[in-house]
């Protein structure tokens, strides 16, 4: 992974953010899937 645990938990969080619900933990799971393939959405 390129990124650390803490990074993706304040990615996650950013996330959280602009969305509500199911979407937020959604969307940081698309965030962290990305990461692992080696890149950003």
Do not use: C, W
């Not at 803490?6 to 990461?35: C, R, Y």
Request: hydrophobic letters at 45%; proline letters at 2%.
């Amino acid at each position: 992974m390129g990124r650390s645990a803490q990074s993706f938990v304040n990615e996650t969080q950013i996330a959280a953010e602009f969305l509500e619900g199911k979407e937020s933990l959604t969307a940081g799971m698309a965030v962290h899937i990305a990461d692992l393939m080696g890149g950003t959405p």
